[in-house]
């Protein structure tokens, strides 16, 4: 059985920083692709980061581009989310997510990804 488990969420101030954390369990992740995606209220869950089995390739939404880095390590199964310079619009709830099969990081659809985590909430206060 996979799970996926979120921390590292919580209330920062605008411009701060916060680092999400998920720990993967029940898949071979040392050759899965992993992503970060999220979802504010009354939006669709939307892409924001992906990194390829290895770590050497990642993928980010332009909104965030620039201020996330998505790195993960292999050893304790965990893939990690460095949130800086926050902003209110960045205010959602963020999920980890595994792709169907080992998958690949470049494919952004939410329906590329077979497995999801319970989510961690991030909340930026302007």
């Known amino acids: 059985q996979v799970q996926l488990v979120e921390s590292g969420g919580g209330l920062v101030q605008a411009g701060g920083s916060l680092r999400l954390s998920c720990k993967a369990s029940?898949?071979?992740?040392?050759?899965?692709?992993m992503g970060w995606f999220r979802q504010a209220p009354g939006k669709e869950r939307e892409f924001v980061a992906a990194i390829n089995w290895s770590g050497v390739r990642t993928l980010y939404a332009d909104s965030v581009k620039g201020r996330f880095t998505i790195s993960r390590d292999n050893a304790k199964n965990t893939v990690y989310l460095q949130m800086n310079s926050l902003k209110s619009e960045d205010t959602a709830v963020y999920y980890c997510a595994a792709p169907v099969s080992s998958g690949t990081y470049s494919d952004t659809r939410p329906g590329a990804y077979e497995y999801w985590g319970q989510g961690t909430q991030v909340t930026v206060s302007s």
């Open positions: 029940g898949l071979t992740f040392s050759t899965n692709a």
